[in-house]
Structure formats: structure tokens, C-alpha cells
């Protein structure tokens, strides 16, 4: 099993809504990680989480709130986004140093 | 401060022929790069990496090079076929251990047949 599966595929949630995007990998790594990906922009670190713990936060509003409840599961708590925060949300895990799995990743539109 | 950068947004190649990739850098402490490959609504998929002590690495059809002096890497796919369409990213990373990587924009690859 070499995926990383994201849940959902597509969200649309409104201003005052709480939600939660949801990944999950069966490969062992021992490192996730959250992106972001705006149109024709690169994908853009927000969050890593190395054996369970945050190792890295790009300085990412607090509506923005990771979880890591175990090896294989990474969630992203969204609350009070703005539309500005409508991406491509990619989860990804590694072993490998950089050698990243990406998930298909959840298209967020915020209205 | 765009540390990674693929200055051309679209390539076109004919299917066959040799399509080579530019990425150049700015980060003089980055010291292992990566090729990624992205389909439109899918996650980018990994291609081939290279670290600094090396200047070439080889898979199949797929050859990166890298330039320390200049800061720049390539990555050559020979021959290019219709599945080989996709938009290409290089990152970067710092220092072992270290778990960050740096996209660079990203260059359309288009094979025509």
C-alpha cells in the first residue's frame, strides 16, 4: 500500500463553519505533513508532524489546526476560514528524508 | 522570496524528442533536490532525486543533473511520450533530517504527438 488518502475530495464551507480534513497513510512513515496549493502557485508547507509530534509550523493561522492522533493519521481543524484560504489542501508522509507521498488532496472553497 | 525558481512556465516537445526541465536556486544550504510530477487533481507524485554529493542520477527514462556551482539542476526525459504531460516541480531541502521542502513554480509539460 503505497497511498496517502485524503478525505474529503471537495469541501465547501461558509465563513462561520467548522470542518475537518482528514488523511491517512498505511506505509509506516514516520513523518506528515499539510500543503497548501493555490492555482499555478507551488505548494506551500504549513504544517509536519515527525513520530507524532509538530516539528514544523510555517507560521500558520491559528483558524488552521492540526492533529496527529497516531502514526497513520494526520487531521487539518478548520474554523472561521476566510475565502482567501480557498486551495488545494495536500497531505503527504515520508520516511525518506524528502521524498515525499503526496495524497490527491481536498479542493477547500470557502464562501 | 521565491527560493526556488523554474523560469519557464510551459514547454512544448515533440513526442520522441528530449525534454529537458530547468530549476535554478537560491539557497546555498540546500543540498538534496527532487523532481515531482503533477496531473491536474491529483497530488504530485515523486519522479527522482539527486543529492549535492552527486552531479547526475539516472532512472529509466528520467535524468536529473545538478549544478552546484550555478545553482541550477535539469531534469531530461528521453524520449518524451503523451503520458509524460503534466505540470513539473523541483524542491529542495537543507541538511539531513531536515523534513522542509521548497517547490519551485512549476513548469506545464506538453508532448505532442
Known amino acids: 500500500d503505497t497511498e496517502v488518502t485524503q478525505t474529503p475530495k471537495h469541501l465547501v464551507m461558509g465563513m462561520t463553519n467548522k470542518k475537518s480534513l482528514k488523511c491517512e497513510q498505511h506505509?509506516?512513515?514516520?513523518?506528515m505533513y499539510w500543503y497548501k496549493q493555490k492555482a499555478k502557485k507551488p505548494p506551500e508547507l504549513m504544517f509536519v508532524?515527525?513520530?507524532?509530534?509538530?516539528?514544523i509550523n510555517e507560521s500558520v493561522p491559528s483558524r488552521f489546526s492540526p492533529e496527529c492522533p497516531n502514526s497513520s493519521l494526520l487531521n487539518l481543524h478548520l474554523h472561521a476560514l476566510q475565502p482567501e484560504d480557498s486551495a488545494l489542501y495536500l497531505c503527504?508522509?515520508?520516511?525518506?528524508?524528502?521524498?515525499?507521498?503526496f495524497g490527491q488532496g481536498t479542493r477547500l472553497t470557502v464562501v | 522570496d521565491q527560493q526556488v525558481k523554474q523560469n519557464s512556465p510551459s514547454l512544448s516537445v515533440q513526442e520522441g524528442r528530449i525534454s529537458i526541465l530547468n530549476c535554478d536556486y537560491t539557497?546555498?544550504?540546500?543540498?538534496?533536490f527532487l523532481w515531482y510530477k503533477k496531473y491536474p487533481a491529483e497530488g504530485p507524485t515523486f519522479l527522482i532525486s539527486?543529492?549535492?554529493?552527486?552531479d547526475k542520477n539516472e532512472d529509466g527514462r528520467f535524468t536529473v543533473f545538478l549544478n552546484k556551482s550555478a545553482k541550477h539542476l535539469s531534469l531530461h526525459i528521453v524520449p518524451s511520450q503523451p503520458g509524460d504531460s503534466a505540470v513539473y516541480f523541483c524542491?529542495?531541502?537543507?541538511?539531513?533530517?531536515?523534513?522542509?521542502?521548497?517547490f519551485g513554480t512549476g513548469t506545464r509539460l506538453t508532448i505532442i504527438p
Open positions: 503527504a508522509s515520508s520516511q525518506e528524508l524528502g521524498r515525499a507521498f
Open positions: 506505509m509506516g512513515h514516520r513523518a
Open positions: 508532524y515527525s513520530y507524532e509530534k509538530l516539528s
Open positions: 539557497n546555498s544550504m540546500f543540498d538534496y
Open positions: 539527486i543529492s549535492s554529493i552527486k
Open positions: 524542491a529542495a531541502s537543507a541538511g539531513f533530517g531536515n523534513e522542509k521542502l521548497t
